[in-house]
T-cell receptor
Framework: DAGVIQSPRHEVTEMGQEVTLRCKPI?????LFWYRQTMMRGLELLIY????????DSGMPEDRFSAKMPNASFSTLKIQPSEPRDSAVYFC?????????????FGPGTRLLVL | QKEVEQNSGPLSVPEGAIASLNCTYS??????FFWYRQYSGKSPELIMS????GDKEDGRFTAQLNKASQYVSLLIRDSQPSDSATYLC???????????FGAGTRLFVKA
């Protein structure tokens, strides 16, 4: 299995530009998570999908952030417009079930730098 | 109070010693507890999960859970330099799906 795939692995952009991060979960997993990790705030859950439906987006920082999951094998996280404080590592993770005991498998992350 | 708290470290232990990592959580109804390891520049990977009070052993790793004290720990026996990483405690809280991560404890194992 290829594991969770994320692209791009690195992104450098200028403030005000639109940024789109992509994720392909592990085949057969029906839960998908977007996280953001910074030194100051640690690993924060942004949004969680189950069966392609957003279940909890309370972690999305503001309206500049949006996420979609049009099908079971693809999700995007978009930031528009981007700001320097959005600089972080963004992880996508997937899980095989929505049970109480779910292990999450993380992708390699996208390192975003907004200048 | 943070939902999941860990000592940020760094925790430094000599090779071959036991490393003890601790975590407390605030939500009493939490049912699932995990330890993830994250090497510098890499993504978190699961090393242990525990759901019942007591100890759970897997190789050199032992997870301990005390729900009454809202405390979970990870022991690493015979620590190796390759164990040097940040260890994240994670808890699935109320609602049964949202995983809350602690800030992590940095562990250094000196050769």
């Amino acid at each position: 299995d290829a594991g969770v795939i994320q692209s791009p692995r690195h992104e450098v952009t200028e403030m005000g530009q639109e940024v789109t991060l992509r994720c392909k979960p592990i085949s057969g997993h029906n839960s998908l998570f977007w996280y953001r990790q910074t030194m100051m705030r640690g690993l924060e859950l942004l949004i969680y999908f189950n069966n392609n439906v957003p279940i909890d987006d309370s972690g999305m920082p503001e309206d500049r952030f949006s996420a979609k999951m049009p099908n079971a094998s693809f999700s995007t996280l978009k930031i528009q417009p981007s700001e320097p404080r959005d600089s972080a590592v963004y992880f996508c993770a997937s899980s095989p079930s929505r049970g109480r005991q779910e292990t999450q498998y993380f992708g390699p992350g996208t390192r975003l730098l907004v200048l | 109070q943070k939902e999941v708290e860990q000592n940020s470290g760094p925790l430094s232990v000599p090779e071959g010693a036991i490393a003890s990592l601790n975590c407390t959580y605030s939500d009493r109804v939490s049912q699932s507890f995990f330890w993830y390891r994250q090497y510098s520049g890499k993504s978190p990977e699961l090393i242990m999960s525990i759901y019942s009070n007591g100890d759970k052993e897997d190789g050199r790793f032992t997870a301990q859970l005390n729900k009454a004290s809202q405390y979970v720990s990870l022991l690493i026996r015979d620590s190796q330099p390759s164990d040097s990483a940040t260890y994240l405690c994670a808890v699935i809280g109320r609602g049964g799906f949202k995983t809350i991560f602690g800030a992590g404890t940095r562990l250094f194992v000196k050769a």
